[in-house]
């Protein structure tokens, strides 16, 4: 099995991230892959999935917030890009202590660039977590965004060409809606066997609980 260039469930994730981007391999895929060769617990394997796929979902935001606190993004190499954005997802998007997200950041920075990197790491980071603090609501992009369909990019982490195509569709609000649902998270389900009396007994509890987005008796999907 190929050693991953950064270490624990971290750099799986990170291993991941690379393949799917700069290799074109489906995500889904090379998470089986990863996963079935690992031998991470249930907790871990949790871990890399959440940070692949959220990452993956919210990288134009991600990298809108980091553009904020680079002076030259561009020149930067792709995967020190990378462990930044994964590491401000975290901050941002997981509940996980940002000092050990920052601590990963800038740790993953050095290896990546032989010592160079880890200032920069650990100074973007920290300004990343300072923001996680204030709040990274609608008015801080649109301060940091030159117009609407930029901000809308931004903020929903969908490329502009499809901002403008969907508002010029569908209007502004409607745009907004789909903007919204496709940065959502999927949702959860599973299937319940209600031959089982035990399992039937447990699908009938969570019907009168309803705290589910939609079953019909047997399937369930939650947020």
Same mark, same amino acid.
């Given at each position: 099995?190929?050693?991953?260039?950064?270490?624990?469930?971290?750099?799986?994730?990170?291993?991941?991230?690379?393949?799917?981007?700069?290799? #074109?391999?489906? $995500?889904? !895929? %090379? +998470?089986?892959?990863?996963?079935?060769?690992?031998?991470?617990? &249930?907790?871990?394997?949790? @871990?890399?999935?959440?940070?692949?796929?959220?990452?993956?979902?919210?990288?134009?935001?991600?990298?809108?917030?980091?553009?904020?606190?680079?002076?030259?993004?561009?020149?930067?190499?792709?995967?020190?890009?990378?462990?930044?954005?994964?590491?401000?997802?975290?901050?941002?998007?997981?509940?996980?202590?940002?000092?050990?997200?920052?601590?990963?950041?800038?740790?993953?920075?050095?290896?990546?660039?032989?010592?160079?990197? #880890?200032?920069? $790491?650990? !100074? %973007? +980071?920290?300004?990343?977590?300072?923001?996680?603090?204030?709040? &990274?609501?609608?008015?801080? @992009?649109?301060?940091?965004?030159?117009?609407?369909?930029?901000?809308?990019?931004?903020?929903?982490?969908?490329?502009?060409?499809?901002?403008?195509?969907?508002?010029?569709?569908?209007?502004?609000?409607?745009?907004?809606?789909?903007?919204?649902?496709?940065?959502?998270?999927?949702?959860?389900?599973?299937?319940?066997?209600?031959?089982?009396?035990?399992?039937?007994?447990?699908?009938?509890?969570?019907?009168?609980?309803?705290?589910?987005?939609?079953?019909?008796?047997?399937?369930?999907?939650?947020?």
């Amino acid at each position: 099995m190929k050693k991953n260039i950064l270490p624990g469930p971290r750099g799986i994730a990170f291993d991941c991230v690379t393949r799917a981007l700069d290799g #074109g391999a489906d $995500a889904q !895929a %090379v +998470l089986d892959d990863a996963l079935t060769s690992s031998k991470l617990d &249930a907790r871990d394997r949790g @871990f890399v999935t959440e940070i692949l796929y959220g990452y993956l979902r919210m990288r134009l935001r991600l990298q809108s917030v980091l553009n904020c606190f680079l002076s030259r993004p561009d020149g930067l190499p792709a995967p020190i890009l990378r462990v930044l954005g994964m590491a401000a997802y975290e901050i941002l998007h997981m509940d996980v202590p940002a000092y050990a997200s920052v601590d990963w950041g800038v740790d993953s920075a050095k290896r990546l660039s032989r010592g160079k990197l #880890g200032g920069l $790491a650990n !100074a %973007v +980071l920290r300004k990343v977590a300072r923001l996680a603090e204030d709040g &990274a609501d609608e008015d801080f @992009f649109r301060r940091n965004c030159d117009s609407e369909i930029e901000f809308l990019s931004a903020y929903y982490s969908c490329p502009e060409w499809i901002v403008e195509l969907w508002v010029d569709s569908y209007g502004r609000d409607k745009a907004e809606q789909y903007l919204e649902a496709q940065i959502c998270p999927p949702a959860a389900g599973f299937v319940l066997d209600i031959n089982n009396s035990e399992a039937k007994a447990a699908a009938e509890q969570l019907l009168d609980e309803k705290d589910y987005i939609a079953s019909d008796g047997q399937a369930f999907a939650f947020y």
